[in-house]
């Protein structure tokens, strides 16, 4: 792998990464990505922009070439080799609500959704009349510009520099990097890139970038090595890819299309088969291991049922709550402070013989859970809502323990309903958690019994309501 800046196209030559082939990561299309080229443009004045810019030579402040010619001769004229490679935008100006740009973008990817985009034949639709303004002005053919926009990509960032340095923080500790402490105003790593590209040294791979490190006294002082990071993602946050700070990524991105599984693809047949090889290998590394579970709640209800409670391994999880923090289920000592669950039970279909838990900790489920039980489940009996003493919201779970502590006492209810009532048949779940909670109610999976797991349509391109996802045990 070798990262530098300052060099590359012209247009695209701020940032450049050389992946390694076998430690890559994939493209949208689950392609190895081999070489990344990014354009940052940071403005002082917020604002946004659309489609007609990116044709437009002063959106990038210059005379006579925009944007888009810029990448056209990118990918013919660096290296003569266009494969493998990505062009990134990266901006603090954002695409306009308004402009049929933004419907593009990938929400996961950030590269542009072409089967949208040559959706209509004619010039009349909105895409109709982008690609029109794009081919006249790049003098192409739809095949010619299809070909081109796939490897771009647009991506903003709307964080402060003060989130950004927060941000770096755990990238640096576990680069065995010096971190600046947080009182200090100035940041060496602002002032030491600028040294280092007056001196001509733009470009490292990893023994040069550690070597020059060294010499510049930014190697941490009796840093241990950082522990086993092992992630797994079904979506991606542009600013934060797994891969620059895990030992090992399972991607099952380019499984997805947003939020909905790809027609081709399967979470029994596909998706679990994958995690599970993964999570079992990870195993093998030691009794205390840590995931980065950038996931769909199933999976991450899945990777619990994989590593059990029997497993025998203690499972840390990095939970995003306003921030990264690591969860584990003995961060803390158990209090009789944490919060506990206000369970309710519903009845519906006498002879029925399924069960439904509708679990509500971020935000409540249990009205679209009713209605999807009315209309698709004609076999639920019961319904049991779970919802924390207080309310559901994104602070409700306090630590990895409480996590830990909540889903064994969800589990032990759920368990108790099915026996005192001879509920045989499924449990239908429906979660609206963090991911660390599915993660160790999922490890209870074989006590809760043959459990189906349902995702949400949050974008509501498929009706707008929940779709059966996974089913533990796989038998299959």
Known sequence: MRVGFEGGPKGFDDIWVDYEPARGIQDQNGSPLLREHIQCKWHVAPNTYGYAELVDPEFINANAVSLLQRLRKARTGFAGNDKGARYRLLSNWRISPSDPLRQLVHQRSHTLRLDLLYSTATERSAMGAIRKLWMDHLGLDESELRAMLHTLAISEATDSL????????PLLRIAGLRRPPPHESSFVYDDVIFHWMAQGRVEFDAATLRQTCDKEGLLAEGAEPGPM?????????????LEDRCTRVLNLVPHFLERQIRPEADWGDTLYPALKAFLLDAAKTGDRIRLV???????????????????????????????????????RPASDQEPGWVFGTESFVDAGNDIVVAVSLTHDTAPKVRDYVTSALPNVKTLLTAAPVDGPGARCVTSGHHAFALAESLAAKIKAIR????????????????????????????SVGTVTLYEFDFEGGRGGSYRMALTLPVTR
């Not at 001879?422 to 074989?446: C, E, I």
């Open 293 to 331: 579970l950038d996931a769909h709640l199933t999976l991450s209800f899945a990777a619990g049922a994989v590593l059990n409670i029997k497993s025998g391994r203690i499972v840390e999880i990095e939970q995003r709550v306003l921030g990264k923090v690591i969860w584990a289920p003995d961060d």
């Open 162 to 169: 003060d989130d950004t340095r927060h941000a770096l923080d």
């Open 419 to 446: 026996e005192t009532n001879d509920l045989t048949g499924q449990v239908h779940l429906f979660v609206a958690a963090p991911g660390g909670f599915s993660f160790y109610l999922g490890q209870r999976q074989v």
């Open 229 to 241: 990071v092992f992630g797994v993602k079904s979506f991606e946050h542009s600013s934060d890819k």
